[in-house]
């Protein structure tokens, strides 16, 4: 699972930095996605209430998190759901393949599910020579270009309306050239109805997991989870372990903070409950319902205390809206299946911090992902952790990679700084050649020429405060 | 907090500030005294540890840290001119501290910590009268005095009182500068991005200060602005409101 | 039931004794759920959110009595040029509309047969659906559904207009009161849903587009049966 090389934030960031237009495209959604979440969270005592409430509940679903899994499990056996369990996003696969030969299926329908992202489903599949078919319009449109989601909610959002235009007149058979988004959008449910009608078989993510009663929830707008999860006559899930919940009660509030972090929207279009397979006398619905539970590293990060609040998670994408790096640079130069803050501090957990040591430092620390948060997951606190962690192996930890971040410049750098700093007479000693000869040092020099490739070189003041202070003579105490 | 004003306080310049913006140190320290309030200023200062603290190297952090603790043993109020530093001293010294022997030391010294303008306005409640020429200002606020510290609208206050001060409304007023310490030389084409954005995003105000009240978003900002060779200047907030109200 | 991979027990195992091992299941945090509760009105001003949510989303309303709406699902089917209304006939709602239903003009079409021998027909040639609700959620705005025998799961789904008939009365304060009226919390029919308006993508440039996969259009035929 280790990559062998370094993944480089910094130069893809560098790089998609230099496109105006993706920039342009980030700036305008993501400016208009703080503006709708806002607007949907008039009274702020109402809004940290239910964030206070949601945070409970994930807190409490993952305190009890075998036990629900097992409930879950059993509510799913007793419906009629096959529940099966995959530790590695490699037998994660294996057992759909079996799934879906066990019923001669060649083609599959997809709902939108970032874990099956995560799985590499898609190319695995087509390698078997099954098709397995997006059918979110998002995910349509970026299958088609052999891409990747951008965002974890709208997948497509790098690309504007004139790429999409040119893509589906080149790619979608017998269809012209439109830019008009109610035309484009025609088009796409033409080819995709007929692909709903055919299909062996649907696949869905989940974004909550009852145990109590063994419901599968979906939420949607579009109704492609609907039409992959009732019209083909198998039904295969896939979620994250991390997915269950105790009670449908405690969807509601989750559900409620969902729809308006990641979008800005009250209420999505569906909320679908799946509690079983075609039910005695149902005239539609799949005969076969499945549900394949994902491990994939989650258990080790819950084995953490701190770290385990990552699991919280309810992929909203609020935070990734909020980010100021990734408004800039896109979700594709994380070089990770989930960008933005939430990618930051899961990818390193999942693919090792050392390898994605850039990607940890790729923070200013502002902040403002913890504080849009539902579940309050403390995004920057974690990303401090997991640079000690990829700087010290000593921590007694768990994570993937300890300690393999280190450089012994880096180091040299830290323990100098210390040196000086805890010393009042060295620091002294310094600031004042600092201030005598600071404008002397070469806005060239390493470090400063990263400042100065947007701003001059700072100049420290002729005279510190310090010694203005001890000059004035009433410092001491 | 009101009704029991200190008559005594500490002042941490923090190392930028000391090194970069010793004017606003004094500025703060005149304000604090005009207010009546005494201020000492312990020799012996040199950097709250944040750098080393936010880049995972916590025992460096610490060791600074502990220095820094030792210079202000009496029950006094701790006033620092930076939201990010107080948000250090005040939030992150407890993290950075857990499980240590000191700990409680160190708790006890983080709850007297305040950044300056909150001492001023929710502590001091100063009054302030302007004496400066008409001016257009905007405000950038420090993501850590408004997400760490939990700054309400302090600073805004204090522009507030200033009747010839017109305070124009910065668009994305809360999204980061860029700065991030070490992100800015770690990540200097995105951090290059931000700044770029935020100048523009000041410069549209029409004002021709931008204020703060963070050493590092005043470098940052101001070495921006400088190389585009903008008219348009940065000031910390102490050094703006002490100018403006001084008798001359 | 043999699993398709002989592994997937071992992995079973495996993960819930890494999970357990993990240990320390310290206390459980309290769930104070106020904020929910304070979502409460009276029964008219349910109507009206639930209108305004809804229309807020692109969903029309047509307004009717105990005794009209059946007439009502007429005009709209003839003043719309439907030629035909997909119905459940075994349902509450479905005998209800087929009773009242005059044998020219409109066909009403019953979803009497497993999907498999419905398919081309249900995707091809349905003009409309037309079903019943359990009730409605005043908050946010939208209706919910059990589908099941007498209403199947692609009535609401496959036509590109959802006629949804919903009493006033059986409007809730919230999804979560929902729940707890409806008894969802102990047990579920294989599928119910809440639905707030029609099918709908921002995937292109956020600019919003309707119907891209399921009806374009959804049709509340609200009755008043307050008081
Ligand atoms: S980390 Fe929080 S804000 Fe980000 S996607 Fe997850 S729940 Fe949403």
């Not at chain 1, 305008?28 to 509940?57: C, E, H, N, V, Y």
């Not at chain 1, 490739?453 to 009433?474: D, F, H, I, N, W």
């Not at chain 3, 509760?37 to 807020?56: I, S």
């Not at chain 3, 939208?142 to 496959?158: K, N, Q």
Request: proline letters at 6%; one cysteine or more; aromatic letters at 6%.
């Amino acid at each position: 699972m280790h990559a062998e090389k370094e993944i480089h934030f910094r130069d893809a960031a560098a790089k998609a930095l230099l496109d105006p237009q993706l920039r342009a495209n980030f700036r305008r959604a993501m400016d208009g996605l703080i503006a709708k979440r806002l607007a949907q969270f008039p009274d702020p005592r109402d809004l940290q209430d239910l964030r206070d409430l949601s945070t409970a509940i994930r807190s409490r679903s993952l305190l009890c998190l075998p036990e629900l899994l097992e409930q879950l499990e059993a509510s799913c056996a007793k419906n009629g759901i096959k529940v099966h369990w995959a530790e590695t996003c490699e037998q994660a696969n294996q057992l759909i393949l079996g799934i879906l030969q066990a019923k001669g299926a060649k083609t599959l329908v997809k709902g939108k599910s970032m874990v099956s992202e995560e799985m590499h489903l898609n190319a695995f599949l087509e390698s078997k020579g099954i098709e397995a078919l997006e059918s979110d319009l998002g995910e349509y449109i970026i299958q088609l270009d052999g891409e990747t989601p951008s965002h974890i909610i709208m997948p497509a959002i790098h690309k504007n309306k004139d790429q999409i235009a040119r893509q589906f007149s080149q790619k979608i058979k017998d269809a012209k050239y439109t830019e008009d988004v109610d035309e484009l959008t025609a088009m796409a449910r033409k080819v995709l109805r007929q692909k709903f009608l055919d299909a062996d078989a649907g696949l869905s993510g989940v974004n909550f997991a009852v145990a109590e009663t063994g419901t599968l929830c979906l939420v949607e707008n579009e109704g492609n989870g609907r039409m992959s999860t009732h019209v083909p006559p198998l039904h295969i899930a896939v979620m994250g372990l991390e997915k269950v919940v105790a009670r449908l009660e405690d969807v509601a509030p989750l559900y409620a903070i969902l729809t308006r972090s990641a979008t800005g929207q009250a209420v999505s279009t569906y909320f679908n409950l799946i509690t079983g397979p075609r039910g005695e006398g149902e005239k539609d619905g799949p005969q076969e319902v499945h549900l394949v539970i994902l491990d994939n590293g989650r258990s080790r990060i819950y084995a953490d205390p701190q770290l385990r609040a990552t699991l919280r998670c309810i992929r909203c994408g609020a935070c990734m809206n909020h980010c100021p790096v990734y408004t800039r640079v896109g979700g594709h130069a994380y070089e990770a299946v989930y960008p933005g803050p939430i990618g930051k501090i899961l990818t390193p957990q999942m693919e090792g911090v050392g390898v994605r040591h850039d990607l940890i430092h790729g923070s200013s620390l502002c902040g403002a992902c913890g504080e849009v948060c539902p579940v309050e997951i403390p995004i920057p606190e974690i990303l401090v952790r997991l640079r000690r962690e990829a700087t010290h192996e000593d921590m007694g930890s768990t994570v993937v990679g300890k300690g393999t971040g280190r450089t012994a410049s880096e180091d040299w750098a830290w323990r100098l700084w210390a040196g000086v700093l805890k010393r009042p007479a060295l620091y002294r000693v310094a600031t004042w050649f600092a201030t005598r000869f600071g404008k002397a040092l070469p806005a060239s020099a390493p470090l400063i020429r990263n400042w100065t490739q947007s701003r001059t070189k700072p100049v420290p003041a002729r005279r510190s405060l310090s010694e203005r202070m001890r000059a004035e003579g009433v410092s001491h105490e | 907090m009101n009704g029991t004003k200190p008559k005594k306080v500490y002042f941490y310049g923090t190392c930028l500030v000391d090194l970069f913006f010793p004017d606003a140190g004094m500025a703060g320290i005149q304000l604090l005294r005009r207010a009546g309030v005494e201020v000492v200023f312990p020799e012996g200062q040199t950097c709250c540890g944040q750098p080393a603290f936010n880049c995972g190297y916590w025992e460096e952090a610490r060791d600074v840290a502990r220095t820094q603790v030792a210079l202000f043993p009496e029950d006094l109020p701790v006033i620092l001119p930076s939201g990010s530093c107080a948000g250090m001293m005040k939030v992150h010294y407890p993290e950075l501290f857990h499980g240590q022997p000191d700990e409680a030391k160190v708790r006890a010294f983080s709850a007297r910590v305040y950044e300056l303008t909150q001492f001023l306005v929710d502590v001091l409640d100063v009054k302030l009268q302007d004496l400066g020429e008409p001016v257009k200002v905007t405000w950038h606020s420090s993501c850590h005095a408004v997400r760490d510290l939990g700054l309400k609208g302090e600073p805004q206050a204090l522009i507030g009182q200033l009747s010839n001060v017109e305070l124009a409304p910065l668009a994305r007023e809360y999204e980061c500068c860029g700065f991030g310490g070490t992100f800015s030389v770690r990540h200097p084409e995105v951090s290059g991005a931000m700044v770029a954005d935020k100048i523009a995003d000041a410069t549209a105000t029409g004002a021709s200060v931008v204020l703060s009240t963070d050493g590092g978003c005043l470098m940052n900002v101001n070495g921006a602005l400088e190389a585009k060779s903008s008219k348009l200047k940065v000031q910390h907030i102490a050094e703006f409101l002490w100018e403006r109200t001084r008798a001359r | 039931m043999s699993s398709p991979n002989p592994s997937a027990p071992d992995s079973r195992t495996a993960i819930l004794g890494r999970l357990r091992a993990a240990g320390d299941s310290g206390p459980l945090p309290a769930l104070d759920t106020a904020v929910l509760e304070r979502r409460q009105w009276d029964p008219a001003e349910r109507v009206t959110r639930l209108r305004k949510g809804m229309e807020a989303v692109h969903t029309e309303f047509l307004d009717a009595k105990s005794d009209t709406w059946p007439a009502v699902i007429r005009v709209f089917c003839e003043r719309e040029g439907l030629k035909n209304l997909l119905y459940g006939p075994t349902s509450e709602a479905g005998s209800a509309l087929a009773a009242a239903w005059a044998p020219e003009g409109p066909q009403l079409k019953p979803y009497d047969r497993p999907v498999e021998a419905f398919k081309q027909e249900l995707f091809g040639d349905i003009d409309a659906g037309f079903t019943g609700t359990v009730g409605g959620v005043a908050e946010t705005g939208g209706l919910l559904l059990m589908p099941g025998p007498a209403e199947p799961r692609l009535m609401s789904l496959v036509p590109p207009v959802h006629i949804a008939l919903l009493r006033a009365s059986t409007i809730q304060d919230s999804f979560w009161s929902a729940v707890k009226a409806l008894g969802w919390g102990r047990a579920l029919p294989p599928n119910a849903l809440m639905i707030s308006g029609p099918s709908k993508t921002a995937d292109i440039e956020q600019t919003l587009a309707y119907g891209v996969h399921g009806p374009k259009r959804l049709i509340v035929v609200l009755v008043d049966d307050l008081k």
